[in-house]
């Protein structure tokens, strides 16, 4: 194995349990081969290896996949997220991924990294093409998965030399490891010819799914020489039609080489073997063959899998330059000819052809080099490559970050908590009496308990009863509005709190109302959100009318015919969407001069509203501004960055980064899964998973704010890092995110399953 990145693993056993992506047989393509024969290799090089098989399936062709496969719906986000689930279930020790565009979905395949993502543990990547003329979103995927990976594998030297010039990568995290072939004893053509009845033909050998960068009209156009000096020569298009291609074409591309073949007049000359081979077969037809060609034309073709089993079945070979060619074939195992070139290769057959001991000093050298590649041989080099990478990682030099959802985890909201409510602030994790409690964390730690089912059933109803209690103590009638604040001694600091802190209570009761899975709870919220809504129908601030809006809107998703609910809901989304034309200037689509707290509440409230009343205008208005604000709060790497508290009052300027406070990503999350639920577009779930990676380190400083456990998160990112202080809205505003993630996936998924069964049930 020609590398530097790996020390001397004989005393460190190999990895007990992998996981393995790819496509897999019985699908019919050479990543499907190759990852199957991988999957053998292994297993017969470690008896003991656990491997899980996950394939990537585009259901084009209805390929009933057998048990031990577990197939990924290729164009389904939520089915790579799923996957990741269960690939960190398992147990398993590492992913092996094999990656070539085209067998993944999204822009360039970007859905496989919705996959890797989702899992810390560290990735062993095989590459099947790396190109120094990749386009731009290929270039960031490649870039993406370099990132990720522990141990980068490749089959040629020149993809080793294009990865750390062109992509800046390690030498010490590349191996190059040569595409695997079969173990067969050499046997001379003229022993298997009789089988295929080509005892008095010169055979000339492609095999390959056909497509048009394979390049077979140049090796047809250069039959008519080879001919008229081997009258004895049968060049052998041996595989069926890309089923992309037949799709697309059907036969077209097999029909005009046909064509071109009696054009020449060297049909009789050229057969084609329409059909799939399966490998011992095809190696039948190999030893039979006299030549082996691969006419390519793409440069870019980092390694041919049936150049490979050639060279193992000793046959010389005629290849253009693509890179593995150039490699495999020197030191005299075959000969480079230019791309495009028939003249090339004809007059190269008809030497080899008119020279036995030329062709038989090509077949014995490829014969010898191919011992060295036998798949024996890769199972042993991806073993050691495997032990690296997960001795690297258990050391902390690869230590790989997750961004999968986190299970809803309410331990550090609850020792935030006391009979009378949770704590407003923390000194790191331990609750600081000194500022007691307030109205704003209550209400949201009521929404936590009604949305949470992560709790056994007595502890959530207490907890649930505690938060509640505090919001009904909190009601004074008199005043007709909440108050807020409460010292450690149970006072109440003011006889009403600030209009915000209204509107956000009245919020929560909503919330009970729609989800509570006691009865009581939506008995009790029912009550006091009726109670309530008439004085607070006179607040103004536009936060707190959005607050107002969003529970509004939660009491009608549970009775439709609430007229106070409906009719509050529409004054408020009048009075938003007037700000907006009043402040609205070139550039600057937002509902007033300045940016401040809980921005996205404004855009969700729009399209809440707009969804209760069926108003196209205001849906649109919740769009176009959570647009223009998902915008606003990006990196220049297209990371969540929230507004930051010290852009509080910049009228119309571009908000500054810090301090970057957890509320503004749930409040990005939420408002990204209401547009979703209008607008069923993968710009917004992108939103959603953006703004949830900036709890777990996908922001400015790269460090997450959420803590490994017990649920923790940090009150905000400074310029110096997480403010460590752990206080009951940043606590609150993780887990809350994590819901919504998990109802966010639930609904993707159901999307897709329904449109498969929507296109599996339509008629033809």
Request: hydrophobic share 45%.
């Amino acid at each position: 194995m020609k590398h530097s990145s790996l020390h001397t693993l004989a005393s460190v056993p190999a990895p007990q349990h992998i996981a393995l992506i790819g496509n897999s047989m019985p699908r019919r393509c050479g990543i499907a081969t190759f990852t199957t024969h991988c999957h053998d290799a292994l297993r017969a090089a470690f008896p003991v290896m656990r491997i899980d098989s996950y394939a990537m399936d585009d259901g084009a062709n209805g390929i009933l996949y057998p048990d031990a496969v577990y197939p990924i719906a290729s164009n389904d986000r939520a089915a790579y997220a799923e996957a990741a689930r269960r690939i960190e279930d398992s147990g398993a020790q590492a992913i092996w991924l094999q990656h070539e565009f085209g067998i993944f979905g999204g822009p360039a395949g970007d859905m496989i990294l919705h996959l890797l993502d989702r899992t810390r543990l560290p990735l062993i990547l095989t590459l099947h093409t790396i190109s120094k003329d990749a386009s731009l979103a290929e270039r960031r995927i490649m870039t993406a998965l370099l990132q990720r990976a522990s141990k980068i594998m490749v089959m040629a030297g020149q993809g080793r030399t294009i990865l750390i010039d062109e992509y800046g990568v390690e030498d010490i995290r590349i191996a190059v490891i040569p595409h695997g072939v079969p173990d067969r004893a050499y046997v001379e053509p003229s022993v298997v010819k009789p089988r295929f009845g080509w005892e008095n033909h010169r055979i000339i050998l492609t095999f390959g799914l056909l497509a048009p960068d394979k390049g077979i009209d140049h090796m047809i156009r250069a039959m008519p020489a080879i001919v008229e000096m081997h009258p004895d020569a049968l060049y052998v298009v041996l595989g069926a039609t890309h089923p992309n291609l037949i799709r697309e074409q059907g036969e077209s591309l097999r029909e005009s080489l046909a064509a071109l073949a009696h054009e020449l007049g060297v049909g009789e000359q050229v057969r084609f073997i329409d059909r799939y081979v399966e490998q011992e077969e095809l190696l039948d037809y190999l030893q039979a063959a006299d030549i082996y060609v691969t006419p390519y034309v793409n440069p870019a073709q980092i390694v041919s899998g049936t150049l490979s089993y050639a060279i193992g079945m000793g046959k010389p070979v005629l290849a253009t330059p693509y890179v593995q060619a150039q490699e495999i074939l020197s030191e005299g195992r075959g000969v480079v000819v230019p791309f495009q070139d028939a003249r090339a290769l004809s007059d190269h057959i008809m030497e080899m052809l008119s020279d036995t001991a030329l062709l038989g000093g090509y077949a014995a050298r490829a014969y010898d080099h191919g011992r060295t590649m036998i798949w024996s041989q890769l199972a042993r080099n991806v073993g050691d490559l495997m032990i690296a990478a997960i001795s690297d990682q258990e050391d902390g030099r690869t230590a790989r970050r997750s961004y999968a959802i986190r299970k809803p985890d309410p331990t550090a909201v609850l020792r935030m908590s006391d009979p009378t409510g949770i704590f407003q602030h923390g000194i790191l994790t331990i609750p600081d009496r000194r500022h007691g409690y307030c109205i704003d964390d209550n209400a949201r730690a009521l929404i936590l308990m009604v949305q949470l089912d992560t709790l056994d059933r007595a502890s959530r109803d207490m907890w649930m009863t505690i938060y509640a209690s505090f919001v009904q103590h909190a009601w004074n009638p008199d005043r007709g509005r909440f108050r807020n604040f409460m010292g450690f001694d149970r006072r109440w600091c003011e006889d009403e709190g600030s209009e915000d802190s209204c509107g956000r209570t009245l919020w929560a009761l909503g919330i009970t109302v729609r989800d509570s899975a006691s009865v009581a709870h939506r008995e009790w919220a029912m009550q006091l959100f009726d109670e309530a809504l008439g004085p607070l129908t006179s607040l103004t601030s536009p936060r707190a009318q959005a607050f107002v809006i969003l529970g509004a809107g939660a009491i009608l998703d549970a009775k439709p015919g609430h007229d106070a609910a409906l009719a509050v809901l529409a004054k408020f989304a009048d009075h938003i969407a007037s700000l907006l034309d009043a402040a609205r200037r070139p550039g600057w689509t937002w509902f007033e001069d300045v940016l401040a707290y809980d921005n996205a509440r404004l855009p969700e409230a729009l399209l809440v509203a707009g969804r209760h009343l069926a108003r196209a205008d205001l849906i649109d208005q919740g769009l176009t501004t959570l647009e223009w604000l998902a915008g606003i709060q990006k990196t220049s790497e297209g990371y969540f960055r929230a507004v930051g508290s010290e852009s509080f009052g910049r009228v119309q300027k571009q908000p500054l980064p810090y301090d970057q406070q957890p509320l503004e990503a749930q409040a990005t999350i939420d408002a990204a899964i209401a547009a979703w639920t209008l607008e069923p577009d993968i710009r917004w779930v992108q939103l959603a998973e953006s703004a949830y990676r900036w709890f777990l380190g996908q922001n400015d400083l790269d460090m997450p704010l959420a803590t490994p456990e017990g649920g923790g998160c940090y009150d905000g990112l400074t310029p110096f890092g997480p403010n460590r202080n752990q206080g009951a809205e940043s606590l609150i505003a993780l887990q809350l995110a994590s819901c919504a993630m998990i109802r966010l996936s639930h609904s993707v998924s159901n999307m897709a399953q329904r449109k498969a069964t929507e296109a599996s049930t339509a008629p033809a």
